[in-house]
Each structure stands twice: as structure tokens, then as C-alpha cells.
């Protein structure tokens, strides 16, 4: 469940966003938290070169 804190606060501020009529800043967190996530998917893993 710990794994959902940082979805759920991202979904509280869009909420808020939107409620507060800053549907503009709204998007802008939305796209960039999607961005971020899809970063953190698919960037290459760090890789250490020990002899």
C-alpha cells in the first residue's frame, strides 16, 4: 500500500488543481508526473563497472 502514497498526492493536487479552476496547472503536473513515470520505466538500469 506504501507504494501508492506518491500516486495518491499527485491525484490530490490534479483534484485540487482542477477544483481551484487551474485546470491549466492541472494538466501540466498530470503530464508531468506521466512523464516522469515513464522515465523511471524505461530508462536504462544503472549499471556498476566493478573490476
Known amino acids: ?3 501508492f502514497g506518491p500516486w495518491l498526492a ?3 493536487v490534479v483534484l ?3 477544483a481551484l479552476r487551474l485546470r491549466t496547472l492541472a494538466t501540466v ?3 508531468a508526473w506521466l512523464a516522469w513515470c515513464v522515465w523511471t520505466w ?3 538500469a544503472r549499471r556498476n563497472h566493478r573490476p
Open 1 to 3: 500500500m506504501r507504494g
Open 10 to 12: 499527485v491525484l490530490a
Open 29 to 31: 503536473v498530470s503530464l
Open 16 to 18: 485540487l488543481l482542477s
Open 42 to 44: 524505461v530508462r536504462p
